[in-house]
């Protein structure tokens, strides 16, 4: 939408001002000035969907990364005023209050939160398998529209555990480092450990972790 691109626009503009010699990475534009080891990862609005339907559930969310490791996180949403940040090895916030993951025990007793990529249609079967055995297996799963912010509600105990899949780097690099120094686990869905370029994250408050794999498992079945 021209909001995604007039968001974007501002915020490269604002850190070219800054740090000239950086490259970015943003979802409009895709990489500029790659060669540098400072990288900004940027979704300038993560949400569209919800945004064009004036559901308040976006967010702009903006990582910096240091030879590939990710350092500092933002994910701000403009409606309800909502600013998570973290530093790495510095601990998570919200709104400058420090913020950890919930401290539930079980899937039975989890409230979850996932999302459907654009292209869902194509991987439909695994996309409703995944899901229904979470449904089944925990007190509830919601479906909200925005990546970043899943990650953020399950950094503050909102949500017990996220999972998706065909994600992009834009869409994780902020929200996994706030949940990651709020005390989340974070693996792809075979436990291998979380890299921004992978396309499958599940995120939860570490004690479903291992439950939360064997739900998201495909039969041979399927």
Not at 185 to 191: H, K, M
Request: charged fraction near 20%.
């Amino acid at each position: 939408t021209e909001a995604d691109t007039e968001s974007e626009k501002i915020i490269i503009e604002t850190i070219k001002a800054k740090f000239s010699e950086h490259s970015i990475l943003a979802e409009e534009s895709g990489l500029n000035n790659g060669n540098s080891q400072s990288k900004w990862i940027i979704d300038p609005l993560d949400g569209t969907t919800n945004f064009t339907h004036q559901l308040g559930l976006f967010a702009v969310s903006i990582a910096f990364a240091s030879n590939g490791i990710v350092k500092v996180g933002v994910v701000f949403n403009p409606v309800s005023g909502e600013l998570f940040t973290a530093i790495k090895d510095s601990g998570a916030t919200l709104n400058g209050r420090r913020i950890k993951v919930s401290k539930v025990n079980t899937v039975s007793e989890s409230l979850l939160i996932t999302g459907f990529p654009y292209n869902h249609k194509k991987i439909i079967k695994a996309l409703m398998s995944r899901f229904s055995n979470c449904l089944r297996a925990s007190q509830g799963v919601r479906r909200l529209g925005s990546a970043a912010l899943d990650l953020c509600f399950v950094s503050c105990g909102r949500f017990d555990g996220f999972w998706e899949q065909n994600l992009n780097p834009w869409d994780t690099a902020a929200g996994a480092l706030i949940a990651q120094e709020a005390g989340a686990t974070i693996t792809d869905f075979s436990n291998m450990p979380f890299d921004i370029y992978q396309k499958e994250i599940l995120a939860t408050n570490g004690k479903i972790h291992q439950e939360m794999l064997s739900l998201l498992e495909l039969k041979d079945t399927l």
